[in-house]
């Protein structure tokens, strides 16, 4: 167990009532690692285990201690999946559970027996297998998807299968009691009970207390940070000596405080030192069993809890400790808010390569788990390697237990991040500055010299006063009940199209806004997958109504926008454009430097014929050009030319909000654009853009940029015509090149316009629509149309894509 849990009763200990419907939605915990193996598949979140078994084996009472095991626990014969877009776990009945021979001639077929994906909508999630090396000696393995199981789980499991062959083996009955409850009883009891006061009260707690804390650890590493969170893992291992062990014992116990607060801030102090941060967020797994309904049961319970330790000035070593002491009694008191809702409510700024929230982890196992592993009567079982190097979401972790001879230390780290050199450099410096830290608590922080990188230079501050674990309320359990209909449905907007994706009101009076908050996850998810979400029947037909659905995806709506006419706060109209002609697909600002993440239409006035708003999945529009045209781009840019000419399009005035040249011309450095004035105070402006890029959460590539809107072959034949009369080609009022200057051929024109026209979905809007688009995987247009047409515009989530990503 990596976090004790409390030891005062409070809401968290009253019972878990039972009462299931049909249909049982995935815990938020479920929710983010069903979205996150459709991203990177099931062989990142693997539970390994492997044993050498000596002597004379009862296969078929091994092979029924697994079938009674998977009958026991639903949660291992749960097939997880999606019904009108809820994810939901579906419980199949229980069924024979074979344990196949495997056929392992290499370490690398050990690998691939774990490896092999699991498809959690068909399962099974749960698989075993054995290996006959001779008469008395056999290779059992086994794997379970982490999504129904953490290490607590994986510790009854073995208890369990050993409890079982022995009953088994003598031909006895089934000699476990029946449990109380199921994993799927403790989600909707979970969902129920932390909402309302209850889950405002937590989320301003962690609001406030990680305001301000650093979205990012800044600790050095060997190679480039890619686009990928999920990383490959490897090991490194050291002995803390048993002096130092049991001076931390003895420290503990001087200071009032535990082995885990002084071993966690010296993790701390060590990540300060290699980072030069004074503001260190870590994270570490909570148990989550304080119900005594579920310390027995087998299921995805563990929770990620946050730590933040602050290192001002130049403190002593026990001023330190009392911070990390106070920060962890914190921690115990509100440890039950599931860290898929803070990472909700505090909306860090994603990007691709880093976990959100924090970086690293630490974990502590205060003694040895005795029922951690398997004793098959009869046999001496030996653990092996796995032979699975593991893949990992965040960067470092670090993981310390106590044995009979001592501790140890296990630094788990991303090996495409760290060199493992610097790796053991950094285990080095852990057990050098335990040491010290035991030997002499009152030394201050810049006295701890480790012959490793050396503390940054501090300023001297105050330490803040401890705070105290307060009394927890009670509460009695409630009963979990579900609507037969639920009051959303999410499909597809028609059959063979996942763009955009429908959540359709079932009924009047649907609060949209409400129902997104309740489902955040899901909703984000969602957006992920499809890039644009189609909401219908919420009646979202006022600036004001949009705003508020808007403010719930987005930290911040984009209240600078220049070429969009304003309507009211941060909502504004459309671009102006002739009615009669269709506006060509684009993301939207992306010629500028930073652009919207978001963008969100509501339909006030649908018009009377035409004006739809046609949407393109720009992955797929990356994918279908032409490698050697596509690939011209990615390696050139897009650099786009624009000239405010008085009467032609919007003025310079309007778009930069200013009469001023010279304000202009801050604005201009400011956002990376060449500028010149000509003929007087005309204004032309250059910016060189990336045409495409890995979008900054999943890692896809997708094709976005504007080159339909500035690229003269575009235009009209008339108004093209016209404005070559008028203007020469270098002061047209936009055009565009290769960020080199080089020509766009207009055959290359052609082939981007024709797979845009291929890929489009198309869907008239009908009053109180609101759709809300993933700006980089989703471009969007307008076509022609007749009668008013009234829609509403917000945007946000301001993102930055440099042309040299790639």
């Known amino acids: 167990m990596s976090f004790q849990a409390r030891s005062t009763p409070g809401e968290a200990d009253t019972p878990v009532a039972r009462v299931r419907p049909d249909t049982v939605p995935q815990s938020w915990a479920q929710q983010r690692l069903w979205m996150m193996d459709r991203i990177h598949g099931s062989q990142a979140y693997v539970m390994p285990a492997a044993y050498r078994l000596h002597g004379p084996l009862d296969i078929e009472a091994l092979r029924r201690a697994l079938e009674a095991l998977v009958d026991r626990h639903e949660v291992l014969r749960t097939r997880f999946t999606a019904v009108d877009g809820l994810a939901v776990q579906h419980v199949v009945p229980p069924h024979r559970v074979e344990l196949p021979w495997v056929d392992i001639d290499a370490a690398a077929s050990v690998e691939a027996f774990f490896c092999r994906p699991?498809?959690?909508?068909?399962?099974?999630?749960?698989?075993?297998?054995?290996?006959?090396?001779?008469?008395?000696?056999?290779?059992?393995?086994?794997?379970?998807?982490?999504?129904?199981?953490?290490?607590?789980?994986?510790?009854?499991?073995?208890?369990?299968?050993?409890?079982?062959?022995?009953?088994?083996?003598?031909?006895?009955?089934?000699?476990?009691?029946?449990?109380?409850?199921?994993?799927?009883?403790?989600?909707?009891?979970?969902?129920?009970?932390?909402?309302?006061?209850?889950?405002?009260?937590?989320?301003?707690?962690?609001?406030?207390?990680?305001?301000?804390?650093?979205?990012?650890?800044?600790?050095?590493?060997?190679?480039?940070?890619?686009?990928?969170?999920?990383?490959?893992?490897?090991?490194?291992?050291?002995?803390?000596p048993g002096l130092v062990s049991d001076g931390v014992a003895r420290r503990a116990l001087e200071l009032g405080c535990t082995a885990f607060v002084i071993l966690l801030t010296t993790f701390a102090i060590m990540l300060s030192r290699r980072s030069g941060q004074e503001d260190i967020v870590i994270g570490t797994d909570v148990a989550n069993r304080n119900h005594p309904g579920i310390r027995g049961l087998v299921g995805f319970l563990v929770n990620q809890g946050v730590l933040r330790t602050r290192l001002p000035g130049n403190p002593r070593c026990a001023e330190v400790l009392g911070k990390v002491h106070a920060d962890v009694l914190d921690l115990q008191e509100h440890q039950d808010l599931p860290f898929e809702r803070i990472v909700e409510a505090l909306r860090p700024r994603r990007s691709p390569g880093y976990h959100p929230i924090f970086q690293v982890k630490f974990a502590y196992q205060a003694r040895e788990r005795e029922d951690a592993a398997l004793r098959l009567e009869g046999l001496d079982v030996t653990e092996v390697d796995a032979g699975l190097p593991g893949i990992k979401e965040c960067d470092l972790t670090l993981f310390i237990s106590q044995g009979k001879n001592g501790m140890r230390c296990a630094f788990e780290y991303a090996a495409d991040l760290f060199a493992p050199s610097t790796v053991a450099s950094m285990a080095d410096e852990y057990v050098q500055l335990l040491a010290m830290i035991v030997d002499d608590p009152q030394a201050r922080l810049d006295t701890l010299s480790t012959g490793q990188k050396a503390m940054?230079?501090?300023?001297?501050?105050?330490?803040?006063?401890?705070?105290?674990?307060?009394?927890?309320?009670?509460?009695?359990?409630?009963?979990?009940?579900?609507?037969?209909?639920?009051?959303?449905?999410?499909?597809?907007?028609?059959?063979?199209?996942?763009?955009?994706?429908?959540?359709?009101?079932?009924?009047?009076?649907?609060?949209?806004?409400?129902?997104?908050?309740?489902?955040?996850?899901?909703?984000?998810?969602?957006?992920?997958?499809?890039?644009?979400?189609?909401?219908?029947?919420?009646?979202?037909?006022?600036?004001?109504?949009?705003?508020a659905f808007a403010s719930l995806f987005c930290d911040t709506l984009y209240a600078e926008n220049g070429e969009h006419p304003h309507v009211a706060n941060n909502v504004y109209k459309p671009v102006r454009y002739p009615a009669e002609e269709k506006l060509l697909w684009h993301n939207e600002n992306t010629f500028n430097l930073r652009w919207p993440g978001h963008i969100l239409f509501a339909c006030a006035q649908p018009s009377e014929r035409g004006g739809e708003t046609p949407v393109v999945d720009s992955r797929r529009v990356y994918e279908c050009l032409d490698p050697a045209l596509r690939e011209e781009f990615v390696?050139?840019?897009?650099?786009?030319?624009?000239?405010?000419?008085?009467?032609?399009?919007?003025?310079?005035?309007?778009?930069?909000?200013?009469?001023?040249?010279?304000?202009?011309?801050?604005?201009?450095r400011e956002e990376r654009l060449d500028f010149e004035w000509t003929h007087g105070e005309r204004l032309r402006t250059r910016a060189i853009r990336p045409a495409a890029g890995p979008h900054p959460r999943t890692g896809q590539m997708c094709w976005f940029n504007q080159i339909q809107h500035w690229h003269p072959y575009c235009l009209n034949p008339a108004t093209g015509a016209a404005l070559r009369r008028l203007y020469d080609?270098?002061?047209?009022?936009?055009?565009?090149?290769?960020?080199?200057?080089?020509?766009?051929?207009?055959?290359?024109?052609?082939?981007?316009?024709?797979?845009?026209?291929?890929?489009?979905?198309?869907f008239p809007w009908t009053r109180g629509d609101v759709l809300l688009i993933d700006n980089v995987m989703t471009a969007h247009g307008r076509n022609p149309y007749a009668g008013e047409r009234r829609l509403f515009v917000a945007m946000g989530n301001m993102i930055r894509i440099d042309a040299t990503t790639t």
Request: aromatic share 8%; proline share 8%.
């Open 118 to 240: 699991f498809d959690l909508e068909n399962g099974p999630i749960f698989r075993a297998g054995l290996h006959r090396h001779g008469p008395r000696d056999h290779l059992f393995l086994f794997a379970v998807h982490h999504i129904a199981c953490d290490g607590s789980s994986v510790a009854i499991l073995l208890n369990e299968v050993s409890t079982l062959y022995r009953a088994f083996r003598a031909d006895e009955e089934m000699p476990l009691e029946p449990l109380p409850l199921q994993y799927a009883d403790y989600t909707l009891w979970q969902q129920s009970w932390m909402q309302g006061e209850r889950l405002a009260a937590e989320l301003l707690h962690w609001r406030q207390r990680l305001a301000g804390a650093p979205e990012r650890l800044n600790l050095p590493v060997d190679y480039p940070r890619h686009a990928e969170r999920v990383r490959k893992g490897a090991w490194a291992r050291c002995d803390i």
């Open 456 to 547: 940054p230079e501090r300023n001297e501050g105050v330490p803040k006063p401890k705070r105290t674990l307060s009394g927890l309320r009670r509460e009695a359990p409630r009963t979990i009940t579900l609507s037969a209909a639920p009051p959303v449905s999410l499909e597809p907007l028609r059959e063979g199209t996942d763009l955009p994706y429908v959540l359709r009101a079932t009924r009047p009076g649907v609060d949209l806004c409400a129902w997104s908050t309740a489902n955040k996850a899901q909703v984000d998810a969602l957006l992920l997958r499809h890039g644009a979400l189609l909401c219908r029947g919420f009646d979202i037909d006022r600036p004001e109504r949009l705003e």
């Open 635 to 668: 390696r050139r840019g897009v650099m786009y030319v624009r000239n405010y000419h008085p009467g032609v399009g919007r003025h310079w005035h309007e778009v930069f909000g200013s009469k001023a040249p010279s304000e202009v011309e801050a604005r201009c």
């Open 729 to 762: 080609e270098r002061d047209l009022p936009r055009t565009c090149y290769f960020g080199d200057g080089g020509l766009i051929p207009n055959a290359a024109i052609e082939h981007i316009l024709a797979i845009y026209e291929k890929l489009e979905v198309a």
